[in-house]
């Protein structure tokens, strides 16, 4: 059974940064796609960052508008996926997911190819 628990949200300036982790049970070492998605009230969940594993081959994926300023990595020892957040904006506030799947999502920042997914995790940028 997959479980994803993320922590590591709270309340930051902009251009302050925060690191989440999603702390992963259940999920497998040598293939994965994995992936941060966040939820602003009243919008559609958003595919931040994304990474897989398939045949010894690391990849990973931004959307444009935080490319440059966060970075998703995986300490495969720990079963963890991080999420580096610098230079935060307003506009960076919402809710933070994680998400796994054992099977190649069809687009990997695309919320629908993901079927597990943590609790969440506020991160909110005051201006």
């Known amino acids: 059974q997959v479980q994803l628990v993320e922590s590591g949200g709270g309340s930051v300036q902009a251009g302050g940064s925060l690191r989440l982790s999603c702390a992963a049970s259940?999920?497998?070492?040598?293939?994965?796609?994995m992936g941060w998605f966040r939820q602003a009230p009243g919008k559609e969940r958003e595919g931040v960052a994304a990474v897989q594993l398939y045949e010894s081959e690391t990849t990973t994926y931004y959307v444009d508008s935080v490319r440059g300023r966060f970075a998703i990595s995986r300490d495969n020892a720990k079963n963890t996926l991080y999420l580096q957040m610098n230079s935060l904006k307003p506009e960076d506030s919402a809710m933070y997911y994680c998400?796994?799947?054992?099977?190649?999502?069809?687009?990997?920042?695309?919320?629908?190819?993901?079927?597990?997914w943590g609790q969440g995790t506020q991160v909110t940028v005051s201006s």
């Open positions: 998400a796994y799947e054992p099977r190649p999502p069809a687009s990997p920042l695309s919320a629908d190819g993901y079927n597990n």
């Open positions: 259940g999920v497998t070492r040598s293939r994965y796609y």
